[in-house]
């Protein structure tokens, strides 16, 4: 199977000049998962060349807003152009909270079908061999490992703070794209409980758990920056709109 990554938004909660909000989208044959739908996805979604139809289904990694605002434009579009129902996918300690959240934005021509998921319980089973794991972040959140024939291909940490303990659940993917809000001096501070440095996202990805590469992701303009000027080996710190086949 071979599977592309479009980074589709890789700002965080206010994201830098010309960034979109948190969204990813992976596209294996025959099936196309967002991961995360921050602000602006639908437009980056098309500019990206799909049309609002083409997607499967959305995983929401927790319930803060920026990782989901996107959808009231993307299920909009949809009802416009007469979509079938979207997949909502999300673990059971996030998606009652966030199905409250968006039942009353939820456009009147568009449809949303739940799927909630427990613990060790595939996102998708027979279409892409996913699972979540845990992070650390001031409410559930859940990241998202996706392999094939046990090979790690991607994991997504979502909103996290730096633990080594989460090197477990990153070790053996090709590619991890990290939390990486904060810039290096935001790691000693009250944020650090809840997200990453640039730094501490390589860190933990490359030198803990061994992945090849991370994508810098919930850039905030402090950590853009300082992504920027680092060299470190493997990290990569995406342009909007970067494709990467796994
Ligand atoms: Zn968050």
Redesign the pocket.
Known sequence: MSLSLYILGAGG?YPPPGYAGPSLLVEAPDYRLLLDCGDSCAARLEEAGFDPCDVDAVYVS?R?A??WSGLVQLLSSRGARGCPRLEVIAHRNVAVELLRLLEPLVPGNAEVSPRILGDEEPLRPGVLEASLFRVR???P?YGVSIREGGEGLLAYT??TAYDEGLAESLRGHLVVVADSTLPPSGESERAAM?HMSVRQAWRLAVEHAGADSVVAFHLSPESLEYARRSRLPGLLVPGEGLKMTL
């Open positions: 909660s927790h803060h920026d990782h972040h001031q409410v959140t979502a909103d809840f």
